[in-house]
């Protein structure tokens, strides 16, 4: 598999991957690497080229020929669609491989790594029979005048994500900008980007032209900060926290480009007492426990209406400490969390909520056996937490849940608001007028009316508001994101 370098053919066990620019694998300008660790058991098991801002400047360089000069900007948009849809048939195809790569990078379950893949695919499926489907319009004007609009790409589209769901994010980012016809250069983190580096190899196959995809891998600080203030990028698109987010709008503005941002989010789920539990209360469970916690849209705050909180948090509690996480190959319910800072920031959290009195109501296990080197943290639920207090109110990215009490629907509401944050939230209720009073007022980009899908849903348009950020990913809303409206008036007199 291209990709991997000198490492694997010299028989190696640690393999090497290089960068991906203009249509073939390169080894870094700097000649260096970065170590890949597996969550798992913290061995390292590869190495990923460490990309700086000379290999910055050819992949842009590369996107740019690829979109003025080069096929990838000769191509019409059904032959570009037909491109992306081969890639997600080569996807599903190595499906199997992906996930064990996937889950051996991130230390996710398995079925969550094969359910990653199938969203992966999902991607370049849906934007690549969408590519063909974006077009202007004619507006009606002065006599003497036709006026016509036209969806045009921006060019070079730069393109940062995180390490939590790599291969899905490298087809939320890149599969709707590539069907838009725009040449891209992405920045995977350091932290787990095997999956993107082999879909990229079969993005080659599926037969994208040189340019029009570019991988540098590496450092956020180098890489990143190279590429999201590069000055011939026409376009940013990010995911990952506010700090960085804010440091990419900054780039952006100094560019006078624009961007999109999705910056994780502390969503509540808000439980009425006339609330189906039976139906709520293991979608509420999973929705926190899914990638250890590690998703932006984890539902990290249930509200609870008062009269039904001792009933909901024993209910939780049962089933919190029958939680175990463990190694990605055993499948359990959580896998390590990303890396060994991430595990600590994590008990910090739990550690400070414990020492300010915050009752910790349940506590789920470690596996026996799991590798001392792994980063586990067993999942943590907590509860009455304080509104304003640090549990309350801040993203954590871990396995652990805050519990809140309510008293009516005003208070749910104001406590839904009452975060930072505004990127999903979800309403349980058996009053159907209770739901969309409620699904109207909670300020939010996505909310789930008797049901909740942590990042669920490609045709679904996602992103948030506040410090969750701003644009919107996902859907047919993607792709107008990543074009400009031209206006063409002809005075024909
Ligand atoms: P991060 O924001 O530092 O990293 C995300 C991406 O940005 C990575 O590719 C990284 O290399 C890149 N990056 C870092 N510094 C950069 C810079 N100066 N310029 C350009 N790119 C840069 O996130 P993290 O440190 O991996 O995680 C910290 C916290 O962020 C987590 O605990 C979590 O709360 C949040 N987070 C949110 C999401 C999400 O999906 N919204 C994903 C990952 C992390």
């Known amino acids: 598999m291209a990709g991997r370098t000198s490492a694997e053919r010299a028989g190696n066990s640690v ?3 290089s960068n991906f620019i203009d249509g073939e694998w390169r080894e ?9 660790m597996s969550p798992s058991d913290g061995q390292v098991f590869a190495k990923i080229a460490r990309g700086n801002a000379k290999d910055i400047d050819q992949a842009v360089a590369a996107a740019r020929n690829a979109f003025e000069e080069g096929d990838w900007g000769r191509l019409s948009a059904v032959e570009r669609g037909r491109i992306l849809m081969k890639l997600g048939e080569l996807i599903t195809q190595n499906a199997e491989d992906l996930a064990q790569l996937e889950a051996r990078d991130t230390g996710k379950p ?19 029979s969408a590519a063909d489907k974006v077009h202007g319009d004619t507006i009606p004007f002065m006599q003497g005048y036709s006026v016509t609009t036209i969806p045009e790409p921006h060019g070079v ?11 899905q994010m490298f087809g939320r980012t890149l599969a709707p900008a590539l069907a838009m016809g725009n040449a891209t250069v992405l920045k995977p983190a350091e932290e787990a980007c095997l999956t993107p580096l082999r879909i990229t190899a079969l993005a080659q196959e599926a037969g994208f032209p040189a340019g029009a995809i570019n991988v540098v891998t590496g450092l956020g600080e180098e890489a990143g900060a190279a590429l999201s203030g590069h000055g011939d990028i026409n376009f940013l698109a990010f995911t990952g926290s506010p700090e960085v987010g804010t440091l990419i709008q900054k780039a952006a503005a100094e560019n006078y480009i624009g961007c999109v941002l999705e910056l994780g989010g502390k969503s509540p789920q808000i439980i009425f007492a006339d609330a189906d539990l039976e139906a709520a209360l293991p979608v509420v469970l999973n929705a926190i426990v899914q990638n250890g916690g590690q998703t932006c849209s984890a539902g990290s ?3 609870v209406e008062q009269s039904i909180f001792d009933d909901v948090v024993d209910t939780l509690k049962d089933r919190f400490s029958g939680l175990t996480a463990g190694p990605h190959d055993t499948d359990l319910n959580c896998g390590g969390l990303i890396s060994a800072g991430q595990a600590k920031r994590v008990i910090g959290f739990i550690e400070r ?42 993203e954590v990215f871990g396995p652990v849940l805050s519990v809140l009490p309510f008293k009516d629907e005003d208070d749910a509401v104001r406590l839904a608001n009452d975060t930072d944050y505004g990127l999903v939230a979800g309403v349980w ?4 007028g209770r739901l969309m009073r409620v699904g109207k007022r909670v300020k939010c980009g996505q909310i789930f009316l008797n049901g909740y899908g942590a990042g669920g849903g490609i045709e679904l348009p996602f992103g948030g508001v506040r410090k969750s950020g701003h644009g919107r990913e996902k859907g047919f809303e993607a792709m107008l994101e990543f074009c400009a409206t031209k206006t063409l008036v002809h005075n024909h007199g």
């Open 301 to 303: 705050r249930v509200l």
């Open 110 to 128: 398995m079925s969550q790594a094969r359910a990653d893949m199938v969203a992966a695919a999902r991607y370049f499926e849906y934007y690549g």
């Open 157 to 167: 589209t730069g393109h940062v994500i995180p390490w939590n769901y790599p291969a």
């Open 353 to 394: 909520a414990e020492q300010a009195g915050i009752p910790l109501l349940a506590r789920g296990k470690i596996a026996a056996g799991a590798p001392e080197g792994g980063h586990y943290v067993a999942p943590a639920l907590f509860g009455p937490v304080p509104e304003n207090s640090e549990m309350g109110r801040e």
């Open 429 to 432: 209720t058996s009053d159907a």
């Open 28 to 36: 870094p300008q700097g000649g260096e690497t970065v170590d890949v």
């Open 15 to 17: 393999e090497t991957y």
